[in-house]
């Protein structure tokens, strides 16, 4: 399984920007995807995800309302739309893909076993 995550940048505080993530694999529907992000200094914590079907998506209570995420039709990518960036979102996003269905799971690394690169969000104030 392979993912490939892109859209970072530099951004100022109050804009928006727009990252994706596409899975190869021909399993692909099998899993959730999910994003998450580490600044620098702090531990990796959870942004959202989506599940299998996309019919569940879950966030993070310090996105809520300023970031959506989605699943395309195909099911092989996600997308997250984040809006009225602050700079506390600065920090490296890194899309993850897991195949467990229990919403605790799909909210923690723990239940991710398939990584991106990362990508680098910077929002400056």
């Known amino acids: 399984v392979q993912l490939q995550a892109s859209g970072g940048g530099l951004v100022q505080a109050g804009g928006s920007l727009r990252l994706s993530c596409a899975i190869s694999?021909?399993?692909?529907?099998?899993?959730?995807m999910g994003w998450f992000r580490q600044a620098p200094g702090k531990e990796r914590e959870f942004v959202t995800a989506?599940?299998?079907?996309?019919?569940?998506?879950y966030y993070a209570d310090s996105v809520k309302g300023r970031f959506t995420m989605s699943r395309g039709h195909d099911k092989k990518t996600v997308s997250l739309q984040m809006n009225s960036l602050k700079p506390e979102d600065t920090a490296v996003y890194y899309c993850?893909?897991?195949?467990?269905?229990?919403?605790?799971?799909?909210?923690?690394?723990?239940?991710?076993?398939?990584w991106g690169q990362g990508t680098l969000v910077t929002v400056s104030s």
């Open positions: 989506v599940s299998r079907t996309g019919g569940f998506i």
């Open positions: 694999t021909p399993t692909y529907r099998s899993y959730a």
């Open positions: 993850a893909a897991g195949a467990s269905t229990i919403t605790s799971m799909i909210r923690s690394a723990d239940g991710y076993d398939y």
